[in-house]
């Protein structure tokens, strides 16, 4: 007797699981497209816009034109002059030593190592000549050449002001 009253428990389950997948679906899933104002990362160089999150030609001054320091030595970069569409900046080679007593790394020597020009700098009102250039996303475009003289030179971009899609799928009821 036990065990017909435990089939008529597990055939209620299967009745009920049954009854509850042959009822109609009261929703659908649409695809919609939200225009948005892009954020600060999509940025235009040269025309051709530019996700500087994802893309790997960006990255900090330093980055962009291939130096790294190490534990003994780091680059730094000061501003020269600045106008309104550009700025240029001197690179300075930093080596450190040991300080005698403490062993902490102190700066040894700072050497001049090379100019570059960086296009479309961020509040570029806001520098200073001589102080050390804050940190800012680049990327490397063709050399700057004055008198003569070429320059490394990255850009900034301008910010894209164009929206952007937003494409994403929502449920609505029928």
Known sequence: M???????????????????????????????????????YLRVVNGKLYNTFYSTNWGNPLQAIGLSGGPTMSYSIKVSKIW???ISCAVFRQTYKPETYTGMMQLDDEEFFEYIVIYHYPNPKSLISGQDLGDCRCMRVDNYITNGVSLVALDCGIQYTN???VIKSVKIKI
Do not use: Y
């Open 84 to 86: 309104e569409d550009r």
């Open 163 to 165: 929206l952007v899609p």
């Open 2 to 40: 036990k065990i017909h009253s435990h089939m008529w428990i597990v055939f209620l389950l299967v009745a009920g699981t049954c009854h509850a997948q042959s009822s109609t679906n009261d929703f659908e899933t649409v695809t919609t497209t939200n225009w948005v104002t892009p954020g600060p």
